[in-house]
């Protein structure tokens, strides 16, 4: 079955340096897994996909994961926070032939000033 | 730019009384899903519908819940009768399926259900 797990519920960064969001996965094949994120009163929307093409995957707003079997994990990093990059981020994995996604359990982003 | 809608964004009901939630799924799209998000919990499936048939609906509380899809333009999530256990942010998401295109979901903004 597959799984993943967020390792921090809250990362909290200033603004102008590096984020890093950890998540690792469990799956019995090789997985497609997600990024999403959830601005305050919003639904969710696809930062980025893993689909078995570039181990390093670029999304939108400066955001990139890297796809690490070895470790099992696909951590979310970007270079420079910036303050409208707070919101809750959920790490996900396709659940399989039923075009499920399974999600974690978030990790909430704030960002100083 | 197309977009899951949901109805109403905010409810507020007493104990006891019937709730709907309606959601338009982005036109083209075949799969749906209903979602619930909550502290506790964080964000659980309950159901989901490819071409308006049921898939699987085994995160709901069967005596309380029914999810169906009257047409391919509308979604509904019912809950009788209603508890205060059951306030929560609910959202519907679209997405194509099965496939490399059923990876993504687009979601709506979410229904904020309150239960006195």
């Known amino acids: 079955a597959q799984s993943v797990t967020q390792l921090d519920s809250h990362v909290s960064v200033s603004e102008g340096t590096p984020v890093l969001l950890r998540c690792n996965y469990s799956?019995?094949?090789?997985?497609?897994l997600f990024w999403y994120v959830q601005h305050p009163n919003k639904g969710l929307q696809l930062l980025l996909k893993?689909?078995?093409?570039?181990?390093l995957v670029k999304g939108i707003n400066g955001f990139e994961a890297e796809f690490k079997k070895s470790e099992t994990s696909f951590h979310l990093t970007k270079p420079s926070a910036h303050m409208s990059d707070a919101a809750e981020y959920f790490c996900?994995?396709?659940?399989?032939?039923?075009?499920?996604?399974?999600f974690g359990k978030g990790t909430k982003l704030s960002v100083k000033p | 730019d197309a977009r899951v809608t949901q109805t109403p964004r905010h409810k507020v009901t007493e104990m006891g009384q019937e709730v709907t939630m309606r959601c338009q799924p982005i036109?083209?799209?075949?799969?749906v899903f209903w979602y619930r998000q909550t502290m506790m919990q964080g964000l659980e499936l309950l159901a989901y519908?490819?071409?308006?048939?049921?898939?699987?609906d085994s995160g709901m509380p069967k005596d309380r819940f029914s999810a169906e899809m009257p047409d391919a333009t509308l979604a509904t999530l019912k809950i009788q009768p209603s508890e205060p256990r059951d306030s929560a942010v609910y959202f519907c998401?679209?997405?194509?399926?099965?496939?490399?295109?059923?990876?993504?979901?687009?979601f709506g903004p979410g229904t904020r259900l309150t239960v006195t």
């Open positions: 998401a679209s997405g194509l399926g099965p496939g490399t295109s059923s990876y993504e979901q687009y």
């Open positions: 799956s019995s094949y090789s997985p497609s």
């Open positions: 893993y689909t078995s093409a570039a181990t």
């Open positions: 996900g994995v396709y659940g399989g032939s039923q075009g499920n996604l399974i």
């Open positions: 036109l083209g799209h075949n799969t």
């Open positions: 519908f490819r071409n308006r048939a049921p898939l699987d």
